[in-house]
């Protein structure tokens, strides 16, 4: 079964950090562009991040500049969103998806999300 995994999400304070990663299974990310989207109840799906195949990233959010970070370990066949001092605005369903290029608009595979949530 084709499929991407996401975990690492959590309940964190504001200021605080979370690992968010993204494994690949029945499938190698090594060809795919892999991107990163969260999403509030009631709001549209919002792009964060997104590594490309050969490692370069694209940043689809001002909001998260300088804070998150994306980078991918193709041996573990995983991507790894790093973030850093995460404000409460950071609540949200993140996803994971994998495409041709970052700018792919339809994902070829999507992970089943992952709650993360910033709160004292």
């Known amino acids: 079964q084709l499929q991407l995994v996401e975990s690492g999400g959590g309940l964190v304070q504001p200021g605080g950090s979370l690992r968010l990663s993204c494994a690949a299974s029945?499938?190698?990310?090594?060809?795919?562009?892999i991107g990163w989207f969260r999403q509030v109840p009631g709001k549209e799906r919002e792009g964060v991040l997104c590594i490309s195949s050969s490692g370069g990233s694209l940043n689809y959010a001002d909001s998260v500049k300088g804070r998150f970070t994306i980078s991918r370990d193709n041996a573990k066949n995983t991507v790894y969103l790093q973030m850093n001092s995460l404000k409460p605005e950071d609540t949200a369903v993140y996803y994971c998806?994998?495409?041709?290029?970052?700018?792919?608009?339809?994902?070829?595979?999507w992970g089943q999300g992952t709650q993360v949530t910033v709160s004292s």
């Open positions: 029945g499938f190698t990310l090594d060809n795919y562009a």
């Open positions: 998806a994998a495409s041709p290029t970052c700018t792919t608009v339809e994902a070829s595979y």
